[in-house]
Each structure stands twice: as structure tokens, then as C-alpha cells.
């Protein structure tokens, strides 16, 4: 509901600004300063236009009402409904041409009729002494600066809504899993925003001093030094609306393409997930919403590419695990205790999958290994035991021809790297500590405790304490004291372990 507060009071405060400045500002000067007159008509005259604008406020008040009524229905509700989302969604882009035609319609009838009927009626009883042709004027002016003041809302609105189309996007995605979007539907196009601002722009400085200049020729007994003197100050203000206008014309075209051009960095930086917020109703909505269906097509395709990625590691892992009979399964296993280290740790899911990849193939390189040595019942011989201890390397080299893969050199590390030693005396190449890369630490604590823990042709698995307390004794020599810690305390927990081993 505060979201819905902030709203209403930027409207009201953009309302009062647009309002100010067009009836007291603009149609003030105007009338106060072209005409001549003395200080009892200017205090009927000011006394009209403060009971029109009054009038005004309250006529347009119960507009605003109405147009606002579907959007504060949403917060209203007791229980959120998918249906009213929808419509607030639908009248909130509605909102800025909503805004337009209530300041040409109950705004200018507001205000114009009393103001009309009050000063015909005051010249009438000469009070005024002003002739009726400007009330006319006067009347067309109104229409004039309406249609400014109406432009200058439509696109401080446009910036207004933008917040809360936002909010209500997210409620409708967290609460129903539903996306709010116009589906390209235009409510306005550009080409009559154009039209529109291009009108008041160039055509309203030069009507309003025309109609001002009419008023002035009619009741001038000045020099005409004092003529262009008054006649500058109307082509000034004439001037400031026109580049006001213009000024927020630009930011209104603009905000979408910086908008687009952003979003479009994030998909170049593999981010496929963060979609533009659909703000606008007129042709950048279409823009904007085929972005978003790229965006979700292209997230689409990606999941399809890493699940059949993920199903072809799997295929090697199970090749190379139909070689052996006895370590069966051993790279599964592997990777579903790394995975459980890496999310204890806090790595990110991106993270996670990458861990996962590199566990499942972490002994690819064993395809390079012949059964005679592979499948050996008694224990290696010195030659033997050096030829198995290429298969990091073997492996490495293996997944390094996959091409078209980003990360595959975070992939690589884990495979490269398990069989090092946190105090140094481990292979391939004997590093140490945390230059040992993070993905080789975790599988290390893995790979040992399924080695130690599954049978083998020549020995029985060990039992898990026995395994679990190997893992503590070597902390800090064999293994990351972090890694080892967390991937203990897991196993402590019984139902870990019987999912991982079931």
C-alpha cells in the first residue's frame, strides 16, 4: 500500500506543479499583465479564477477517482486476485492518456465554464470593463495552455507509473508464477507522441503570442518600446513550455532504448534470467516484449543444452564406469558428497553445476588406462601406480577439446587437481594449500572417501566411521581442513548419508 501512496502523492504533486504553473503561472501572466486594469478588476478578475480552479479541483477530482479505482482495488482487497492484476496493470500503462484527457476534458471545463460564465456576467454588470471578444480569448487561451499542461502530465505520469508497474509484475510473479505484460498491445504510439508534442511545441508559443498580441494591439496606447518589452516576456514563456515540453519528449524516447541497451548487456554477459520491466505503452511495449520473449526463448535453449551436456557427462562417466564393475557408480557418488560440500560452503547455483560437471568426470582420464592396470586385483606395481597417475592430466587434456562450453576451464581444475595434497605431496604437479584450485580441495575430500568406503576386488569398503575418521586425522595434510570439516559434519547427520549412498 505504500508503494500505491507514493504514487498517488507523486501525481498530486506533479498535478499541483502542472496546475500552478499553467492556470495560476501561464493564463495569470496572461491575462494580469496584458491587460490593463485597475486594482478593483484585478481583484474580481483574481477572484474568478480562484473560484474557477477550484471548481476545477473538485470536478476532476472525481475523474481522478474513477480512473484510479482499479488500481487501488488491488490494495483494497482482502485476498490478491490474478484478474484485478491484470486490469490495474492494463490502466496503470492506460494512466498517462488517462491524465491527457482529463486535463482537455473535466481540468479545462472545470475551470473555463465558471470562468466564463463569471466574467461575461461581470462585464455585464460592468464590473469589468473589458470587451466580451476577451472572454473568447480568453477561452482559447485556456485550450492552449490545457494542452500544454496536458503534455507536460502525460509524461511526468509515464515516469510516475513505471514504480508501480514494477511492484505489481513482482506480486503477480511471486504469488501466481504469471508474467503481467501488455503483449505488445500500443495504448499510444510514438508517432502521436510526436504529433502531439511537435503541436504544443512549436505551434503553442506562437498562438499564445498571437492571441496575446490581438488582446494587447486592441487596448494599447503605449510606445511601441513598451510593446516589445511585454511582447518578449509572452515569446520567453512561450519559449520555456516549448523546450519543457521537448526536454521531456527526449527523456520519454529515451529511458527505453538506455533500457533496452542495458538489459541487452546482461544477456551478452550470460545473464538469461533478469528480463526488462515491460513499462511502456506504446511501440517500445512491442519492442520490449519481444525482448522478453528472446530473452526467455534463449533461457529455454540453454537449459536444453546444459541438460543435454549433463546426460553426455554421464555417458562417459557410466562408460568409464562399465570398465570397471567394481567402482560402478563411484563418479555419481562423487559428485552428489562434492555438491553437498559446495552448498554447505555457499557456493552459487551456477557455481554448484559447474562443481557437479567437473565431480562426474574427474576420472575421465582412466579411459586412457588399460584394463590390465585398471582392473588389477593385487596391488600396483611402482610403474603401474605412475601410469594411473597420469589420468588427471589424461583427463584434463580430454575435456579441454570440448568446445563451445563457457567455464569449462573452472571444469577443467577439478579434474586437474584432486589428487593434490594440501601439504604438498600429492599429483600431478605437487602444489599446496590454497593454490591448490577450490573445485580440486572439494572433490579431493570426496573422491578419498568413496574410495576408501567402496569394495574392490582385492579388499572390503570401509565402514563410515572408520572412513569419516581418517578424513578428520588428515585434515590439514592431506585435505583442506575447511572441506574436510564441513563434508564430516555432514556425514554425521544420518539422513545425508543415506541419501547419498541409497
Known sequence: MESFMNFRKQLLHNYIFGSSLAVLGVGGIFIFFTLSLSAFEFFVLAAILTISFFSMIIIEYFAFSKDIKPILK?????????????????????????????????????????????????????????????????????????????????????????????????IADQHFSDSLSLEGKKIISIKRKFQLSFLYITVFPILLFGLATQVKL???????????????????IGLAFAYLGSKLLFLDVNQPIVQLQNSMKNVQEGNLTAKTDELYSDEFAGLVSGFNHMVDAINIREQQNQMMFESLLESLSAALDARDPYTAGHSGRVAAYSFQIGEKYGLSVHELSLLKKSAILHDIGKIGITDKILQ?????????????????????????????????????????????????????????GTAIPLFGRIIAVADAFDAMTSNRPYRNGMLFDKALTIIEQGKGSQWDPEFA??????????????????
Not at 96 to 105: D, E, N, S, V
Not at 485 to 502: C, G, H, N, Q, R
Request: glycine share 6%; aromatic share 10%; charged share 20%.
Open 485 to 502: 570439516s564441513i563434508f564430516v559434519d555432514l556425514m554425521k547427520e544420518p539422513m545425508k548419508a543415506k541419501k547419498v549412498t541409497s
Open 376 to 432: 588389477k586385483d593385487g596391488k600396483l606395481t611402482d610403474e603401474e601406480f605412475a601410469e594411473i597417475k597420469k589420468h588427471p592430466l589424461v583427463g584434463a587434456n580430454i575435456v579441454q577439446q570440448v568446445q563451445g562450453v563457457t567455464d569449462m576451464d573452472v571444469v577443467i581444475e577439478g579434474i586437474m587437481y584432486h589428487h593434490e595434497r594440501y601439504d604438498g605431496r600429492g599429483y600431478p604437479l605437487g602444489i599446496s
Open 218 to 236: 486592441d487596448i494599447l496606447r503605449e510606445s511601441i518600446q513598451n510593446y516589445w518589452s511585454w511582447a518578449g516576456f509572452i515569446i520567453l
Open 74 to 170: 488491488v490494495y483494497e482487497e482482502d485476498c490478491l486476485n490474478l484478474s484485478s492484476l491484470h486490469h490495474a496493470f492494463a490502466r496503470l500503462h492506460s494512466f498517462p492518456t488517462l491524465t491527457f484527457k482529463r486535463i482537455m476534458g473535466p481540468h479545462l471545463i472545470g475551470l473555463s465554464a465558471p470562468a466564463v460564465i463569471l466574467a461575461t456576467y461581470f462585464i455585464h454588470l460592468e464590473l469589468l470593463s473589458i470587451p466580451y471578444s476577451f472572454v473568447l480569448f480568453a477561452m482559447i487561451g485556456a485550450i492552449l495552455v490545457a494542452g500544454m499542461h496536458g503534455i507536460i502530465e502525460f509524461f511526468l505520469t509515464i515516469k510516475a507509473i513505471q514504480p508501480l508497474l514494477k511492484e505489481l509484475s513482482n
